[in-house]
């Protein structure tokens, strides 16, 4: 059996490596334009930041796994072609700012049309609004007449999350296959179950699988926005989020995990896959449905803004020209990804402020900060104005490590729960910030009391 991958980002060059890993006989190549993340993938320095990746690259790599430009070569060998590539939010049209931009898939679907020879199994591996398998079929159907190729479409959803996408892809709760031929789906199920029990196999129709994508992450964003919500009213009431979390959480209808209160969710997937299923709603006529679940991205939104206001407010309601540390830059711990990252947001409006910014993130490069910074500045039509360009250049630093961050600084705001920061020496770092020295949790991660006896002034997510 042979393998194509089309996308080596996020989820094509981890999901695909732990394929070749645990099937060595199946040979797998994996493809993509961008020159550069190729030879990343075949070099020393990995172009994601994940645990555990590296090792699982390095197993296969030369061996039956490979990282290749060669698109039209990969799909012609294959047997099985992955589509993972990129499905980000249109920015412009029809549906701009909620539907999925499906440009990149439909090329990737014209293109195995276009060279494939004999019997090939496509398989969705992107997050696609619900019957996106009909346009993919379409298209490869009308191009088969010439050469004669045949293919089968199935739907394969990724649930991986960055940072244990490792874990993820070893011991998935559920690995789903959507799909109409019973011969093209066991052929997938029988890969995954080289090393996943056949009771997690699940499999359903096309459309369902679909779905259950879009609805299992609005599900999940729903319960970041719901204790975020319930966050706001804590600090309004002398509640604290963590014990309402715990208290909750214990009852098993519920269950504990992801009720971690924060500044607000990030990531490429959450806000993109709503707005995704609120357009799908607006345009099947079900209104209220999709004004329910905008509300999850609203009240994030809400989150973000309500943070930085805060941390405003408690500065003597001004942070013009005051340096603020800025401790941790991704979306989330144990990635370098930024995308949709609260920290964006926060900085930005902190930034509006004119408040002097000290970021300092372990996986994120100085460049990237500042190109996500200055991209969050752009109106509607994504211009950026030359005074908000000077601002990010004259009020931005970016340092080598948090203690740089927070010397001489009015402010600490956590804006991603990083393991380090609660390793740090706070005894140093307060003597080298400015009195009163004021720490915002976004993450509720640091001992708030040992913090206070120390002197600093602290506030945290859902806190009074
Ligand atoms: N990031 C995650 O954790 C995650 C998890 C589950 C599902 N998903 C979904 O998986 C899909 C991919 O996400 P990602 O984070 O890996 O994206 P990504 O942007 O990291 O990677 C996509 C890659 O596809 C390549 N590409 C685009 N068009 C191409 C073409 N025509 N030919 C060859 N290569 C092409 C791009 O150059 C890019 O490297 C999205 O639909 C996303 O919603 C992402
Ligand atoms: O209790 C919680 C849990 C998460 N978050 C935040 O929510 C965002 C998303 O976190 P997470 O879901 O862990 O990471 P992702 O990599 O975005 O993974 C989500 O999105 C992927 C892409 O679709 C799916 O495959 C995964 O199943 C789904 O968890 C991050 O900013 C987290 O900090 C919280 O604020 N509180």
């Not at 319930?230 to 519920?254: P, Q, Y």
Request: charged share 25%; glycine share 6%; proline share 3%.
């Amino acid at each position: 059996m042979k393998i194509c991958c089309i996308g080596a980002g996020y989820v094509g060059g981890p999901t695909m490596a732990m394929i070749a890993k645990q099937c060595p006989e199946i040979e797998v190549h994996v493809v993509d334009l961008n020159r550069e993340r190729i030879a990343a993938w075949n070099s020393d320095s990995l172009p994601i930041y994940e645990p555990g990746l590296a090792q699982v690259v390095e197993e296969a790599l030369g061996r039956n796994l490979k990282f290749t430009t060669d698109v039209d070569a990969a799909i012609m060998k294959a047997d099985m072609i992955f589509i993972a590539v990129n499905t980000p939010t249109k920015t412009f049209g029809v549906g701009a700012g909620r539907a999925a931009n499906l440009e990149f898939v439909e090329k990737c679907a014209r293109r195995i049309a276009e060279v494939a020879q004999g019997h090939k199994i496509v398989v969705e591996k992107s997050t696609l609004p619900v019957r996106t398998a009909e346009a993919v079929k379409r298209i490869l159907s009308a191009a088969n007449v010439d050469n004669g190729a045949t293919f089968d479409v199935l739907s394969n959803p990724e649930f991986l999350a960055e940072g244990t996408a490792i874990d993820d892809l070893l011991n998935p709760d559920r690995v789903l296959i959507g799909g109409e031929s019973e011969a093209a789906i066991k052929a997938l199920a029988d890969v995954y179950a080289k090393w996943v029990p056949r009771k997690q196999i699940l499999t359903t129709n096309l459309w369902s699988s679909e779905l259950s994508k879009l609805t299992a992450n609005a599900f999940l964003a729903q319960r970041v926005s719901s204790i975020n919500a319930i966050s706001a009213l804590c600090e309004a009431t002398e509640a604290d989020v963590d014990e309402v979390a715990r208290a909750i959480g214990m009852d098993s209808r519920i269950g504990p995990k992801f009720l971690n209160a924060s500044v607000g969710f990030g990531g490429s997937c959450f806000q993109k896959d709503i707005l995704n299923l609120v357009y799908l709603c607006e345009h099947f006529g079900l209104r209220e449905v999709a004004a329910y679940w905008e509300q999850v991205v609203l009240m994030n939104d809400f989150q973000k803004r309500r943070f930085a206001e805060r941390i405003c407010r408690t500065m003597f309601s001004t942070v013009s020209d005051k340096k603020i540390g800025i401790w941790g830059f991704a979306f989330k711990k144990d990635t370098n990804d930024t995308r949709e990252s609260a920290a964006i947001y926060v900085c930005r409006d902190l930034l509006r402020e004119r408040a002097r910014l000290s970021i300092y993130d372990p996986q994120v490069p100085e460049a990237k900060i500042r190109a996500d910074l200055i991209a969050s500045m752009g109106n509607l039509s994504g211009t950026v104005s030359d005074i908000d360009r000077k601002l990010v250049e004259t009020n931005v630093t970016v340092v080598r490590d948090g203690y740089e961050a927070a010397k001489d600084a009015h402010a600490i705001a956590v804006l991603t729960e990083w393991d380090e920061f609660k390793e740090y020496d706070f005894k140093k770092i307060i003597g080298t910030m400015k009195a009163p020295a004021f720490l915002f949790d976004g993450r509720n991660v640091l001992d708030r009391t040992m913090l206070n006896k120390l002197g600093f002034e602290t506030f945290g997510i859902g806190k009074s």
